[in-house]
């Protein structure tokens, strides 16, 4: 498959759960992003990776715990959440980093739900 | 604070008609402004940024920055254009991104 994919689409999890979310990228992309997309909130920038290190944190909670073993995958380690943590999660993927020079491609997002 | 305001949730037109998706940016130095669109069961992705100076699908949008606008404009729109609009900032290296209106083209 081509461009940015997301797995899983849905996730409903526990508060004491972990699991993990994850982003691959097929374009031969440097960077990846994480984003939270919260009802009637903007897009949240969480994460930022350039050539696999994580170059933003943006004071995201210790609860969520990014990955980057490659360019090409992204992972969001999750533990013990919060029902207001629910939310749709976007991967997206640019050429370099920082963000504005390169077009970000977003992946179709994983729809979180915390019981 | 560096932000994005979308005051319209929702803008309905008819087939034809002239649309403006209106954008306000609030920022200190010289911006950097994108619309990105999600049009439906599709992922989000980049529909013009400002310095491109481009018309993209038929729509523009010009930088104000007198009146710290970015509004995205078509002079005809089409049901096809129907889709959710984002307007976005770069802030030193990450975009902030509005809350997104949603555009709506009845035929």
Redesign the interface.
Known sequence: ET??TQTPRHLVMGMTNKKSLKCEQHLGHNAMYWYKQSA??????MF?YSLEER??N?SVPSRFSPECPNSSHLFLHLHTLQPEDSALY?C?SSRG????SY???????TRLTVT | AQR?TQPEKLLSVFKGAPVELKCNYSYSGSP?L?WYVQYSRQ????LLRHISRESIKGFTADLNKGETSFHLKKPFAQEEDSAMY?CAL?N?????????TRLQVFP
Do not use: M, W
Request: charged share 20%; no cysteine.
């Open positions: 461009g940015v009637k909130k903007p897009l949240e920038l930022v170059v933003e943006n976007l997206a980093h920082p963000s504005g077009e970000q491609y977003f992946g179709p997002g | 994005v950097e994108f992922r989000l992705q980049l984002y770069l030193t290296d990450k975009l902030i991104f509005g809350t997104g």
